[in-house]
């Protein structure tokens, strides 16, 4: 259990500068994605809403969605020995604050707030869940439509970990997305603590920086001290403040895994699509394609493979540049209409084929020294993944090199997001990362198998 107090120095905001910790990625969510959403932020305490999401909250208001506070309680344990100001006092001064501050953030959204004692949620987690289930079914959105913002739930004060556990069970049953902020973490864990590595960051607009810092002033009674008297002192001090000051927010991101859809569905979904369209996602005339796969290309460790494979090929615009690094290529898909212009594609390329195969239950024979799974993976259910890495680690012969490339952003209608299948594959397979390379819109990762010979 982490122990503390607001009056510790804590790590300094510099050391937090030098941790590269201004270099995490970007939440992959764009303006339109926001403001198609519903939002629900939860605080324990007045002022935590804007020191953890400020910005993020004025960034969702400008974008146009639909934002809910729910406030747990009036955060009238802040001042014990206040020889000035009784707890009910305290009471209605946050409460006034919190309304100007959460005003100014978002001036249309709804609060709600649930009247809970300060300190004690722990003892409370039904009535909060009850509570957020609530708020979310008020709404509504579709589950994966919904996201909720709470505290870091290993932040380290209890009534935060409460809420921020609480919030986790109600987005994971619900199938929901999670934000969770920290807030003491930034105090008491160091650069070397490392959960930090795995979280993503909001940049803030000057006038998004500018909304949190008024909302943080709203909150006189924890930036100011009360009064001169012994007691009365100023609870949230400068040198804490300095990690609020910042030009972006930073989250820990679990996307909503409200899909069911798997590879039994990929065939049916994809033949639609592209029955529709030849080219549904611009492969051929988008910058951001052509960029990606330049970089994808650029990220192989080999000039020349003997044998590659090509998960997912699709209309085969990125097999038709493999297929030039490789001596023979296979490019297989589960949409049969795709294929049909993967194949026009490469006419000329004798040692080249394509496949119909529904991965991971049908598989191509043979083994590879290159495998690409680019914008596949999250089209599988966990299960199917966990199969697949299984076939790609029987399949890739020894020093092989494995390229995934995945976007960043939400899979409506699937389990699984990038991140998460980038993470399965370097749990599951235990290779070797070569190089990863992310950026908000997508994620390229190469991992190299163990070459038994050495």
């Known amino acids: 259990m982490v122990t503390f107090t607001h009056a510790d120095t804590g790590t300094s905001e510099a050391d937090w500068a030098r941790s590269g910790v201004a270099a995490l990625p970007e939440l992959a969510l764009d303006h339109d994605e926001l403001a198609g959403m519903t939002f629900v932020v939860l605080a324990a305490h007045p002022d935590d ?61 709804d609060w709600r707030f649930l009247e809970l004692p300060d300190g004690q949620l722990a003892a409370n987690a039904d009535r909060i869940s ?56 930034w105090l008491w864990a160091g ?48 040198s804490f403040l300095e990690h609020f000051g910042r030009s972006w927010e930073t989250f820990v991101w679990h ?11 990929a065939e049916r979904i994809f033949d639609e699509v592209h029955s529709r369209e030849a080219d549904p996602w611009s ?18 460790p080999e000039e020349s493979y ?19 690094r490789c001596r023979t290529f296979l490019g297989v898909d589960a949409s049969s209409t795709a294929l049909e212009e993967a194949r026009k594609r490469l006419p000329a390329h004798s040692s080249a084929g394509f496949r119909h195969v529904t991965v991971p239950h049908e598989w191509p024979e043979g083994t590879f020294d290159l495998v690409v799974l680019s914008e596949t993976g999250y089209y599988l259910s966990p299960d199917e993944l966990n199969e697949l890495l299984a076939r790609i680690q029987t399949s890739t012969r020894p020093g092989g090199t494995l390229l995934l490339c995945h976007w960043r952003h939400p899979i409506s209608g699937w389990q699984l997001d ?9 749990t599951t397979l ?6 990863l390379y992310r950026e908000k819109d997508f994620i390229l990762e190469v991992l190299v198998a163990p070459d038994t010979a050495t």
């Not at 709470?150 to 997305?177: C, F, I, K, Q």
């Not at 996307?255 to 569905?265: L, Q, R, V, Y």
């Not at 492969?283 to 192989?300: D, F, G, N």
């Open 49 to 109: 809403e804007t020191l953890g999401a400020g910005g993020l909250v004025a960034k969702l208001h400008a974008a146009g969605a639909d934002v809910r506070f729910v406030l747990c309680t009036a955060g009238e344990a802040s001042h014990p020995e206040s020889p000035t100001t009784t707890a009910e006092q305290l009471a209605a001064l946050r409460l006034t604050e919190f309304d100007a501050a959460v005003s100014g953030l978002a001036p249309s959204a």
């Open 306 to 324: 003997e044998s590659g494979l090509e998960l997912g090929c699709s209309i085969g615009t990125l097999s038709q540049e493999l297929a030039e």
């Open 255 to 265: 996307p909503s895994t409200a899909g069911n859809n798997s590879a039994k569905d």
């Open 191 to 238: 650069p070397d603590e490392g959960s930090w590595r795995e979280w993503v960051r909001v940049p803030l607009s000057a006038a998004e920086q500018e909304a949190k810092a008024n909302a943080m002033r709203a909150h006189a009674s924890q930036t100011e001290p009360l009064s001169a008297e012994p007691g009365d002192e100023t609870l949230l001090l400068s």
């Open 418 to 426: 990038a991140e998460a299948v980038h993470a399965m594959a370097r």
């Open 430 to 435: 235990q290779w070797p990362t070569h190089g």
């Open 130 to 185: 009850a509570a957020v289930r609530e708020v979310i079914s008020s709404s509504g959105r579709p589950a994966e439509n919904v996201a909720i913002i709470a505290p870091y739930r290993s932040d380290g004060h209890t009534d935060h970990d409460t809420l921020g556990s609480t919030a986790a069970e109600v987005a994971t049953t619900g199938g929901h997305g999670l934000l969770e902020y920290p807030i003491w973490y």
């Open 283 to 300: 492969y051929t005339t988008s910058w951001y394609e052509r960029r990606k796969r330049a970089l994808t290309l650029a990220a192989l």
